[in-house]
């Protein structure tokens, strides 16, 4: 069966330093992953998306992910993070029995400090 | 871009009516829509997924009389809780997948529901 796994439930980053949010899949075959953000009573943003192709996938707001076959690993990064950056991110992978669904992480919180 | 419009935003009812929960798609046709409650903290919990023209899919443990699904047309999904209780409070979220291909899905932005 399909899952992703976010390890952390929380992440604290000082502002200006970089930041990683840590992505775990399982899937048969070569998944399809997404980051998307979450801000306090809104919907889910689309931030990146890994296909096919460069392992390296730049996404909005200077957010980057790599894709680690060997490890399995979709961790979502950023050079400097914003006090703005602060929000609840989610890891997913398409359901690649159903090709519409997506299978979610459990969310990491990620807090930036001025 | 694809824009997923979800409404109302906030909506606070009484224990035992209903209230409805509408999913549009804004510049792109969805066959397909889904329904997610979240819980505080929590990650997205998928409750079904809506089919344009046909019965909606239910997930295990979902109740289908209690949440109503209609796909009336190619942009629009409803959500609709029945004869709500307090433990029905949460957060709503509806997502379409984007045409061509379906790999990227847009999000509504939510509905808070507070049953008093």
């Known amino acids: 069966a399909q899952s992703v796994a976010q390890p952390e439930d929380q992440v604290n980053v000082a502002e200006g330093n970089p930041l990683t949010v840590k992505c775990t899949y399982s899937v048969s075959g070569n998944p399809y992953l997404f980051w998307y953000v979450q801000y306090p009573n809104r919907g889910l943003q689309f931030l990146l998306k890994y296909i096919t192709g460069d392992n390296l996938v730049k996404g909005s707001y200077g957010f980057e992910a790599e894709f680690n076959k060997s490890q399995t690993s979709f961790h979502l990064k950023k050079p400097s993070a914003l006090v703005s950056d602060s929000a609840l991110y989610f890891c997913a992978v398409r359901d690649m029995d159903n090709t519409d669904k997506l299978i979610f992480g459990t969310g990491t919180r990620l807090q930036v400090f001025p | 871009g694809a824009v997923v419009s979800q409404h109302p935003s906030r909506v606070i009812c009484k224990s035992g009516t209903s209230v409805k929960i509408e999913c549009r798609s804004l510049?792109?046709?969805?066959?397909?829509m889904f329904w997610y409650r979240q819980f505080p903290k929590k990650s997205l919990m998928l409750m079904a997924t809506?089919?344009?023209?046909?019965?909606?899919?239910?997930e295990q443990g979902v109740e289908k009389d209690k949440f109503l699904i209609n796909h009336a047309s190619l942009t629009l999904s409803t959500l609709t809780v029945t004869s709500a209780h307090p433990e029905d409070s949460s957060f709503y979220i509806c997502?379409?997948?984007?045409?061509?291909?379906?790999?990227?899905?847009?999000f509504g932005q939510g509905t808070r529901l507070t049953v008093v």
């Open positions: 997502s379409a997948p984007r045409p061509p291909g379906n790999i990227e899905a847009f």
């Open positions: 809506s089919n344009e023209g046909s019965k909606a899919t239910y």
């Open positions: 510049d792109f046709q969805a066959t397909t």
